[in-house]
């Protein structure tokens, strides 16, 4: 039958819901650990809510998979810029903005991805600071949009899917769904909450608040990317 396995079982806390010198608590007589972050499906869920954590791991890995292919590829003679452009969107690109449609980044987490993007690029085209080409110019020659376009369309073109699912399902629910009624947000100011900065990117790209968007959404996939695909020529930052 199933087996749970209690090493690899945690429990998540979220605001101040558990008292803060908890550290554990029993379930069927086994121990199991209180933490603050978890990684669940190669993305780590923070009790803050902020992508802040998960943002700083992808980079890390992706500054990895950049090191990894210093020797064989960004440094070979033998490889075409446009191969080695190829590789770093099949290699890299795809382990940085891994689960980005979840992300709420600060200006801080954009300035952070572009750097890296931009940096990266460099390497590819062996572009020395002393020769003074802006971000811009790196982005042209490669043919790429900004790394916060990239982000903005994956989370459009994600909202779009979501929003045709029926009805009923739990994942159109919960983006349609409403402040519980007596709930109230903490002092200070808020966090950006994900619909918040949709709401935001979607003005950006012509579309009229959230209504307006499920009703795109909803008539057909054709539609709706014809809507989004603005946001991959919009600024980054």
């Known amino acids: 039958g199933l087996r749970v396995s209690w090493v690899k079982t945690k429990i998540q806390e979220f605001g101040s819901i ?3 010198a908890m550290k554990s608590c029993r379930v069927v007589g086994e121990k199991v ?5 978890f990684t669940y499906l190669g993305s780590v869920v923070h009790s803050s809510t902020s992508c802040e954590a998960e943002v700083a791991r992808r980079l890390g890995l992706a500054y990895g998979a950049m090191n990894s292919l210093r020797k064989a590829v960004w440094c070979s ?9 190829r590789i770093f969107g099949s290699l890299v690109m795809p382990v940085l903005l891994y689960s980005c ?5 600060t200006e801080g987490l954009k300035r952070r991805l572009n750097t890296f993007v931009c940096n ?3 390497k590819i085209f062996r572009i020395q600071w002393q020769d003074h080409v802006s971000n811009q110019k790196v982005l042209e020659m490669a043919g790429m949009s900004c790394v916060i376009c990239q982000i903005r369309l994956r989370q459009l073109r994600t909202y779009g899917h979501v929003l045709r699912f029926p009805p009923t399902d739990p994942a159109n629910k919960i983006l ?3 402040e519980p009624k007596g709930w109230k947000r903490p002092i200070g100011r808020p ?3 994900w619909l918040e900065q949709l709401e935001e990117n979607l003005g950006n790209v012509k579309v009229s608040g959230l209504a307006a968007a499920r ?3 909803r008539r057909s996939a054709e539609v709706w990317k014809a809507k989004v695909d603005a946001a991959k020529r919009l600024p980054g930052a």
């Open 101 to 105: 449609e979840a992300w709420t980044p």
């Open 18 to 20: 558990l008292d803060a």
């Open 33 to 37: 650990e209180i933490v603050e972050k």
């Open 77 to 85: 003679r033998y490889l075409s810029r446009m191969t080695n452009l």
């Open 191 to 193: 966090r950006k909450r």
């Open 215 to 217: 009703s795109y959404a």
């Open 176 to 178: 349609c769904a409403g």
């Open 120 to 122: 990266s690029l460099r």
